[in-house]
């Protein structure tokens, strides 16, 4: 237990040295100014202060106010030492945050038997303290776990998707990855982006539901079959709608809205501007610019100039005017997420 003994008068700074270090466990720290406590600040380490009241220069409570500043020492135990008994004087002491004080001359058995109770207040303190940041930091540890494993379950359904048509299992990647960039882009928080770049690639996980022969036909749908295809957008709300975490719900929320239009042609529910959620609003321009530049069945890959056109030409029909903005200044993430994307089937198709 280290205890901080400020006293100008040096006997009596001797006196309450020897007092302390006679106590087990106690190891005095002793300024005769201050000036020197304020210079030690705040590397300065003590568990308990006793502080003579009346000092040159500084009093002591005008002492504790500096000590006070610093959030460290604020929890500590403050003894003053007077020789004034006066009642202003010691409601002063207290006034300033002291827990008590002694009179002067000090009795040596008084001191001793204060400064063990003392002692043992601190040491409960910070006991409590260690115990309070040891919850604190397991608690953090068990909800970032507990997060991780949202996480992979999500990957993981995301991977089932892929394995019924590979192709949308690459798109739903690289689609979480440019959500990601464009919610940057546009300002929002940083759970916002991290969660809709988790959340964004199982926007297509209703496709699950769709027959093989719609699903991966090479030509171009009938009327019927495009029916078919948009009730992928309710399906995947559907599936991941149900789960009480809040991933899965932006996941529902993304699934659902990310075929609907600014200006109320989309589907499944005709939602315009506002309406539509903004994580649908981004995933809407994400989706379309991983769909425009990657060869389908039906169609060759788009340049990225054409698709760059396209999505600026749609701000305020098929897009949200402010997505198409963030988007635009997204747009050399983007492309450098699309570079890193290719490499990595190059790898693949080698490999
Ligand atoms: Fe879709
Ligand atoms: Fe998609």
């Known amino acids: 237990m280290r205890i901080l003994l400020v006293d100008d008068n040096k006997t009596s700074l001797t006196l309450l040295t020897k007092l302390v270090d006679s106590l087990d466990h106690c190891l005095p720290i002793a300024f005769e100014t201050p000036i020197g406590v304020l210079d030690a600040m705040p590397e300065l380490d003590f568990d308990i202060a006793i502080i003579d009241f009346q000092m040159p220069w500084m009093t002591g409570v005008e002492l504790l106010a500096e000590i006070f500043k610093f959030e460290k020492y604020r929890d500590k135990p403050i003894v003053f030492v007077t020789a004034d008994t006066d009642l202003a004087t010691r409601m002063a002491a207290l006034d300033a945050g002291a827990v008590d004080f002694l009179n002067k ?20 303190r910070n006991k409590l303290a260690d115990r309070a940041s040891w919850l604190r930091e397991e608690v953090e540890k068990a909800v970032s776990e507990l997060r991780e494993r949202e996480r992979e379950i999500i990957y993981r359904l995301t991977l089932a998707a892929g394995y019924k048509d590979p192709e949308t299992g690459r798109h ?7 959500s990601e960039s464009i919610a940057r882009s546009y300002g929002l928080s940083e759970k916002f982006c991290t969660d809709i770049g988790v959340a964004a690639p199982m926007h297509d996980i209703g496709k699950v539901a769709i027959p093989d022969a719609v699903l991966l036909k090479s030509g171009k749908l009938t009327e019927g079959e495009f029916a078919q295809m948009q009730r992928h957008a309710e399906v995947g709300s559907d599936i991941l709608g149900k789960s009480a975490s809040s991933l899965l719900q932006l996941a ?10 600014w200006d109320g042609k989309g589907y499944p529910y005709g939602l315009a501007g506002l309406d539509i959620p903004l994580s649908g609003r981004i995933v809407a321009i994400a989706d379309n610019f991983d769909a425009l530049t990657t060869p389908r069945p039906y169609k060759e890959a788009w340049t990225v100039s054409d698709t760059l056109t396209h999505i600026l030409g749609q701000s305020g029909q098929q897009f949200d005017p402010d997505c198409v903005e963030a988007f635009k200044n997204a747009v050399p993430t983007i492309l450098s997420i699309m570079d890193a994307e290719r490499d990595m089937d190059c790898v693949r198709s080698v490999a």
Do not use: M
Request: aromatic share 6%; glycine share 6%.
């Open 252 to 261: 529902a929320e993304i699934a659902g809205s990310h075929h609907e239009r």
């Open 172 to 178: 739903t990647v690289r689609v979480g990855a440019y």
């Open 105 to 124: 001359p000090v009795n040596p058995t008084e001191f001793k038997l204060r400064i063990r109770n003392l002692a043992a207040l601190a040491d409960a």
